[in-house]
């Protein structure tokens, strides 16, 4: 199998200030409560709340590591979406949950195509 027609993820992730990263990865490493999740092409669907930590992927052969606070995974056959609020870099955790909710509805819709949006909300 060539590289072209290797599997990948789509990873996407999102504050509501902006979208942080948004490309094909071989794979993605989530921090959740209860540990690491991996997630690999053709994932299960799945949705998880995340934990402030280290998220790790593997794009175009190098592994790379985010910064991220708690928020929400989204995980379907071929897209990972991780969507927090409060910067990472901040000691404080996002308090106002159904804000927060609100504002990273609205970058989404800012940032993604109309048709995007509705296939995030499909899954």
Do not use: K, N
């Not at 590289?3 to 999102?14: A, G, K, M, Q, Y």
Request: hydrophobic share 40%; with cysteine; net charge negative.
């Amino acid at each position: 199998m060539s590289d072209e027609e290797r599997p990948v993820v789509r990873l996407r992730v999102i504050t509501p200030e902006e979208i942080v990263y948004d490309g094909p990865v071989d794979w993605v490493q989530v921090p959740l409560a209860d540990g690491m999740l991996g997630v690999w092409p053709t994932h299960a669907p799945l949705v998880a709340a995340t934990e402030r930590g280290e998220l790790e992927f593997q794009a175009e052969g190098q592994v790379q590591r985010l910064p991220v606070g708690a928020g929400v995974l989204c995980i379907d056959g071929t897209h990972c979406v991780v969507m927090y609020g409060a910067s990472a870099r901040s000691a404080e955790p996002e308090r106002d949950l159904e804000a927060l909710a609100m504002r990273l509805e609205e970058t989404l819709h800012e940032r993604l195509t109309e048709s995007e949006v509705e296939e995030l909300q499909r899954t």
